[in-house]
């Protein structure tokens, strides 16, 4: 440690040494402060060069502060100069300084109460969309049942979008859910019996394609059953 | 919004790139002190300083909507107000930048054999900073009393990082110079 201080002034300061007036004023990050507090408490040369840099940093404030201050002539001189000046149109500001000056515009008990009745608005919306999954999901495994009131003929006409049936693993989150019904281009339209879900697909598909779609879905990490809907 | 104590910096600026005049004086009545001892310590002289103080806020009234919020504002003005000083002392003609009228300013103090007659160490060192060039002076006062980290003063000073720490350095032997020829000892170097 004692090589970190230089007795010589023809040698080369180290890298602590020269740290030493930034650690004085308290201006150094964190990591390098305790870098200079150690080889402080292990290198008395340093601390003495230390405590003459604790020397300059006082008076150098002492010589500042002791010069004074302006005269009201330079305000006067600066508001009569910004009168001088044209007219400012008054542009939108840019995104960041709009944001800042909003925030900044609330009261303190504003934000707080703004901050709060935000945490609870995802409280609740995260506690909705839990519950429903947790109530699903705990039943036992169960495949749909054909429903026997179902039309035995197809639909004429415009074809309309395919469905299916899907039941999610128990560790599936709201946001694996959100996701895959993404990738998919697929929304929920209803709960089903035995925690399956009833999607729908934003097109109509044939029999092959769905069955090919629905296999795919099958092996999901967070899908433990994907059949068509009747 | 009215515009309170509380509101930072940025935000004021913000304001002043609108026009607001409040704003302005506010931002004004924070810094204008230290711009004026910082153009002070530069130019040596009371009355260039106070124009510099015009000069500086005239800039940021003008400049605000192009304040990107890189840096703190004060760095912003200090590095304003040295660009400034500098412009100053270029346009008299008894000054010029280079080492031989560093050597004329510090000739202007007391000499050595006179601070040691003051006795008084504080003093001393304080007539001895006084004594330093101004490239001495300057980086003594933006970090010490001005309190700018490395990075700042390299932004204010348009200096590498690296230049700042070593230059520094030389400024505090320097004045261990200046003090030893005074027959003062801090046990340093």
């Not at chain 2, 153009?39 to 015009?54: F, N």
């Not at chain 2, 006084?130 to 980290?149: A, C, M, N, Q, W």
């Not at chain 2, 204010?156 to 720490?165: A, F, L, Q, S």
Request: glycine share 6%; hydrophobic share 45%.
């Amino acid at each position: 440690m004692m090589a970190l201080s230089k007795k010589m002034l023809e040698q080369e300061p180290s890298e602590i040494e020269m740290l030493l007036p930034w650690h004085a004023a308290g201006t150094l990050n964190a990591r390098d402060a305790r870098r200079v507090e150690e080889a402080l408490a292990n290198d008395p040369e340093l601390a003495r060069q230390y405590a003459a840099v604790r020397g300059e940093y006082e008076e150098t404030i002492h010589l500042n502060e002791s010069l004074g201050a302006p005269s009201a002539r330079a305000m006067q001189k600066l508001f009569a100069a910004i009168d001088a000046e044209p007219a400012r149109a008054t542009g939108s500001l840019p995104l960041s300084a709009r944001i800042a000056t909003f925030f900044a515009s609330l009261s303190p008990r504003a934000l707080a109460w703004s901050a709060s009745l935000g945490a609870i608005a995802l409280l609740l919306q995260a506690g909705i969309i839990g519950a429903v999954l947790m109530k699903t999901q705990t039943a036992t495994f169960q495949t749909a049942s054909l429903s026997t009131g179902a039309p035995i003929t197809r639909e004429l006409g415009a074809a309309a979008p395919s469905r299916a049936l899907v039941r999610f693993t128990p560790e599936a989150r709201v946001a694996d859910v959100t996701a895959l019904l993404d990738s998919y281009q697929a929304s929920i339209i209803g709960d089903a019996k035995g925690g399956m879900f009833r999607l729908q697909f934003d097109k109509a598909m044939s029999q092959d394609e769905l069955t090919a779609l629905l296999g795919r879905m099958q092996r999901e990490k967070f899908v433990n059953l994907a059949v068509a809907a009747p | 919004m009215s515009v309170t104590q509380a509101a930072t910096d940025e935000v004021l600026i913000a304001r002043i790139a609108q026009g607001d005049r409040l704003a302005m004086q506010v931002l004004y009545g924070r810094h204008h002190v230290r711009v004026y001892r910082f153009g002070l310590r530069l130019v040596r002289d009371e009355q260039t300083a106070e124009d510099l103080i015009s000069e500086v806020f005239l800039d940021v009234w003008r400049q605000a909507g192009k304040f990107e919020g890189r840096s703190a504002v004060s760095t912003w003005l200090l590095a304003i107000t040295r660009f400034k000083a500098l412009s100053a002392l270029r346009r008299r003609k008894d000054f010029e930048l280079d080492d031989e009228a560093a050597n004329a300013i510090e000739d202007s103090s007391d000499d050595p054999e006179t601070v040691v007659q003051k006795k008084d160490t504080s003093e001393a060192l304080r007539e001895c900073l006084t004594g330093l060039s101004p490239d001495h002076r300057e980086i003594v006062d933006l970090v010490y009393y001005h309190e700018k980290s490395v990075e700042e003063v390299a932004e204010i000073v348009g200096i590498p990082e690296n230049t700042v720490k070593t230059r520094l350095f030389y400024a505090r032997k320097k004045l261990a110079e200046l003090l030893k020829a005074a027959g003062i000892e801090r046990g340093w170097p």
